[in-house]
């Protein structure tokens, strides 16, 4: 029988407790660290540790991170293994063991307490790194044609434009061992799977790029954990794991509908809904708000994107909350704060659905009116400039408005739209750019911010961010 999510999790935790790694528990989706707008790794919480702004109470620890990744929204439901919600499963050294204990204990889980047929794992290296791939090849036994060098996109982890960072070497997975060493080709991924980053972390980047060594080498490591349960569930892909598949069977069973005889469209739906209401789940759990800016923007889109969602797969009505409580249901044993947080959770998530159904109506009224009036013009196209408006101010996805203009024997300017679209990235971007990310800009409120808050300590800090 395979092994569920939650012992997954739970084996990974103990096998590091057992070489000596205090398990701390998730921090929040919010981070205290200044740069980025949520928390979308498990080393964020220890980023002053690795800065050495902060003393660590331990040398080792192991979490199981929440962690939101905006910018693999667009891979939602399309790939096999992005989400936006994920966790990450992580040991941690503070200046003690380095990269020949990360690799071997990295191995060893992944064979030993997982069971991966080592003839079945390829592993990367930074291109640069001499040392890691003698150990890999030297002290573990890995044949040269599965140990890869790869540039630094892939293999020189970085949490953003500045701060701790490092070369990595990463474990894949590869479902099709037999077609041989020759051509292995990571990028593939119909063949292969990344699940385990293991970063040696030892330089700190500045604004210009420059890298400087951090008083200490560190080990900061990321096992997806849907990543690792879709490998030993042998399921297709992360959705059809026992962490998220009871959230599509809901939204399927709303809809009236059956997701493994659903073609490719409804499927990328019911996946979009799985994801993203265990990402609300959890931003309201660690107290984030709907509004217009920073992460309460981020849960507003996420919802609307359900709603919708759940209109293209044919349901009408109000469904958000009965999703929702799946998500609850299926997360309450590892994190007890989103059950705590059930009335809050699901009181934000109806006031939001029912408000973007009321915009939604809206819309469709106006596109009611567009429609009459480029049929009076005797014109057969709607605007890409009123596809946009459609889009950005009533939530009409492009599909959904060519969808209605079809009925009335129109077209959509498609082209327009897009160039409406581009334009509003690079406001976004603009706007963006403005937000200091310099070295100092993020020190300095980094400082403000510890100063503020009276710092009391790791696990305290790290008790008081789970607390609502
Ligand atoms: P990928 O190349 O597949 O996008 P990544 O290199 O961006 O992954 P890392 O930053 O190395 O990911 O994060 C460490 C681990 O976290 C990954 O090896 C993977 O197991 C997991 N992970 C990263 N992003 C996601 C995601 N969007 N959804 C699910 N798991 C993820
Ligand atoms: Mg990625
Ligand atoms: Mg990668
Ligand atoms: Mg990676």
Not at 64 to 92: A, P, W, Y
Not at 217 to 233: P, S, V
Not at 247 to 274: F, P, Q, R
Not at 405 to 413: C, G, K, S
């Amino acid at each position: 029988q395979h092994l569920s999510g939650n012992e997954i999790r739970t084996r990974f935790l103990n096998f590091y407790a057992q070489r000596g790694h205090q398990i701390l528990p998730s921090a929040s989706l919010v981070p205290e660290d200044p740069t980025v707008l949520l928390t979308i790794a498990g080393m964020l919480p220890f980023k002053p540790i690795f800065l050495g702004q902060r003393t660590p109470e331990f040398k080792r620890a192991t979490t199981s991170q929440k962690c939101i990744r905006t910018n693999d929204i667009e891979n939602v439901g399309r790939t096999k293994r992005h989400q936006t919600f994920f966790e990450m499963l992580g040991n941690f050294s503070f200046g003690d063991y380095f990269k020949e204990q990360a690799i071997a204990w990295g191995w060893e889980i992944s064979t030993e307490v997982f069971g991966l047929p080592k003839e079945q794992l390829v592993v990367s290296v930074f291109e640069e790194d001499d040392e890691a791939y003698a150990i890999w090849r030297d002290q573990i036994g890995v044949k040269e044609a599965r140990i890869k060098r790869m540039g630094a996109d892939d293999n020189f982890w970085v949490s953003g434009p500045t701060g701790p960072c490092g070369p990595c070497s990463e474990i894949y997975y590869d479902f099709h061992p037999e077609l041989g060493d020759d051509n292995i080709d990571l990028e593939d991924d119909t063949r292969f799977i990344e699940f385990y980053n293991l970063v040696f972390m030892q330089y700190n980047r500045d604004a210009s790029g420059n890298l400087t060594p951090l008083q200490n080498k560190n080990i900061d490591t990321g096992m997806g954990l849907e990543r690792i349960t879709q490998i030993l569930q042998k399921v297709p892909n992360n959705y059809e794991t026992d962490l998220i598949f009871p959230i599509i069977a809901t939204a399927a069973k709303i809809a009236e509908i059956d997701y493994h005889s659903s073609d490719e469209n409804t499927k990328v739906s019911l996946k979009v809904i799985g994801d993203h209401v265990r990402s609300v789940v959890h931003m309201i759990a660690d107290e984030i708000r709907a509004s217009n800016v920073g992460r309460g923007y981020v849960l507003r889109r996420l919802i609307r994107r359900v709603v919708r969602h759940g209109r293209l797969i044919g349901i009408t009505g109000e469904f958000i909350t009965q999703v929702a409580e799946s998500a609850i249901a299926l997360s309450e044993s590892a994190y007890p704060n989103v059950r705590r947080r059930e009335a809050a959770i699901k009181a934000e998530l109806a006031r939001e659905e029912a408000n973007f159904l009321k915009t939604l109506d809206r819309g469709e009224k106006l596109l009611e009116e567009i429609i009459q009036q480029v049929k009076k013009q005797g014109h057969s196209i709607i605007s890409g400039d009123s596809a946009f408006t459609l889009y950005d101010t009533y939530g009409f996805p492009l599909e959904l408005t060519q969808e209605i203009a079809e009925e009335h024997h129109l077209t959509v300017d498609e082209a327009g739209f897009n160039a409406e679209m581009q334009k509003q990235v690079e406001r976004a971007k603009a706007a963006h750019e403005t937000i200091d990310l310099t070295v100092q800009g993020s020190l300095d409120k980094l400082a403000e911010h510890i100063h503020a808050t009276e710092f009391i300590g790791y696990t305290q800090a790290a008790a008081t961010a789970k607390v609502e």
